[in-house]
């Protein structure tokens, strides 16, 4: 459906315009559609999502995380938030954080969320904007697209995520990201059940 002011005017269809109203052959459009077929735009993109996706999912995991305990400012160690001036004096007692005021509480709750939301964020654009720049680069160097791309660029970003735990940690990197990549590659390009 065309409305007036959209290109193709306010007949139906409009001459030479593809079903969402757009004419293809409009150079803005086809600006477009080269820019998020460059491998620079596809990088950055997923970075992005990958960001927002990551901060999604931190947020959600720093607020399901009964494990380890909110530090508060008293807390003796070397952690966030952590006083290590208070480690090792003597009748010293730390600062539960349910003794504390709501509003303390609150301050140290949404501030140990903010600051797991950015570091699970930052892994995940980390990883996206990796994987997704290996395997655009891939599939224009071999002008395929196929599964092989995603398997390729999943060894090599597996491998590039764990190079500093050494040769054997990058090779389980390697298979560990092919054997996903192609996992979830597969599953994509498996034919629905509407053809």
């Given at each position: ?32 559609q080269k820019a998020m077929e460059s491998c620079f735009a596809k990088t950055v993109m ?64 949404f501030k140990d969320m903010g600051q797991r939301s950015y570091s699970t964020a930052k ?73």
């Amino acid at each position: 459906m065309n409305f007036p002011g959209m290109p193709g005017g306010a007949a139906p269809g409009g001459a030479g315009a593809a079903p969402g109203g757009f004419d293809p052959n409009d150079p803005n459009i086809k600006m477009m559609q080269k820019a998020m077929e460059s491998c620079f735009a596809k990088t950055v993109m997923s970075g992005g999502a990958g960001f927002a996706l990551g901060g999604v999912f931190g947020m959600f995991m720093a607020s399901m995380a009964y494990d380890t305990p909110y530090h508060s400012p008293t807390t003796p160690g070397t952690g966030p938030g952590a006083n290590p001036a208070a480690a090792g004096i003597p009748g010293y007692k730390p600062v539960d954080l349910s003794s504390m005021p709501l509003k303390e509480q609150l301050k140290h709750g949404f501030k140990d969320m903010g600051q797991r939301s950015y570091s699970t964020a930052k892994n995940f654009a980390k990883v996206g904007a990796l994987f997704s720049g290996i395997e655009c680069g891939i599939e224009g160097l071999r002008a395929k697209n196929d599964l092989g791309n995603g398997v390729a660029a999943g060894c090599l970003t597996g491998a590039i995520l764990a190079k500093n735990g050494g040769p054997q940690a990058a090779a389980v990197g390697c298979a560990g990201f092919a054997a996903f990549s192609a996992a979830i590659d597969a599953w994509m390009r498996m034919p629905s059940e509407e053809e």
